[in-house]
T-cell receptor, first 116, second 117 residues
């Protein structure tokens, strides 16, 4: 059971480039989300999804796109990378929120992105 | 929206001593309070959580206490060991609305716990 798998673990981009951070989970979780972690800022929610075909914005969505075509995958796209997007990105999943109970979030190991 | 304040940002304790990390929250409707531990190079991992119908919860050397009136909750680690060194995050959420959504978990900024040998 792999849990939540993120790729790549490290990436360096130039300003203006685009890229996709991949996230896959094998726990059949309906809920998936993306966070960014910056020094002294904690974890801030970028986008989340409560099931295939459904996505919504979190606290800091600007500059990022997401889609959820399958239950397993939730890629995060940077449209035109900026130095302010230098950060560590975490994907997380949990059991269905539809039952109305906040459950444990399972995090991937993170993707460290540097934008020059 | 919810605002979670966490203190201290760094905590250094001698091995074997106790460590306490405190968090306050702003929304009195919050009713779920988890704590996550993040080891170097890893993603955060849930270590304990508490719901608002409970005042205290223990799991071996860790415990969490909740004061709803004062809107604060704390993590207590007793008999600290080197493997307790990590960054700890508190969070608050209103349920039932789902986990981690924009109206779900709000995280504190984290506490770097250092266990001195």
């Amino acid at each position: 059971n792999a849990g939540v798998t993120q790729t790549p673990k490290f990436q360096v981009l130039k300003t203006g480039q685009s890229m996709t951070l991949q996230c896959a989970q094998d726990m059949n979780h309906e809920y998936m989300s993306w966070y960014r972690q910056d020094p002294g800022m904690g974890l801030r929610l970028i986008h989340y999804s409560v099931g295939a075909g459904i996505t919504d914005q979190g606290e800091v969505p600007n500059g990022y796109n997401v889609s959820r075509s399958t239950t397993e995958d939730f890629p995060l796209r940077l449209l035109s990378a900026a130095p302010s997007q230098t950060s560590v990105y975490f994907c997380a999943s949990s059991y269905s929120p539809k039952v109305g109970v906040t459950g444990e979030l399972f995090f991937g190991e993170g993707s460290r992105l540097t934008v020059l | 929206g919810e605002n979670v304040e966490q203190h201290p940002s760094t905590l250094s304790v001698q091995e074997g001593d106790s460590a306490v990390i405190k968090c306050t929250y702003s929304d009195s409707a919050s009713n779920y309070f988890p704590w996550y531990k993040q080891e170097l190079g890893k993603g955060p991992q849930l270590i304990i959580d508490i719901r608002s119908n409970v005042g205290e919860k223990k799991d071996q050397r860790i415990a969490v206490t909740l004061n709803k009136t004062a809107k604060h909750f704390s993590l207590h680690i007793t008999e600290t060991q080197p493997e307790d060194s990590a960054v700890y995050f508190c969070a608050a959420s209103i349920t039932p609305r789902g986990g981690g959504g924009a109206d779900g978990l709000t995280f504190g900024k984290g506490t770097h716990l250092i266990i001195q040998p």
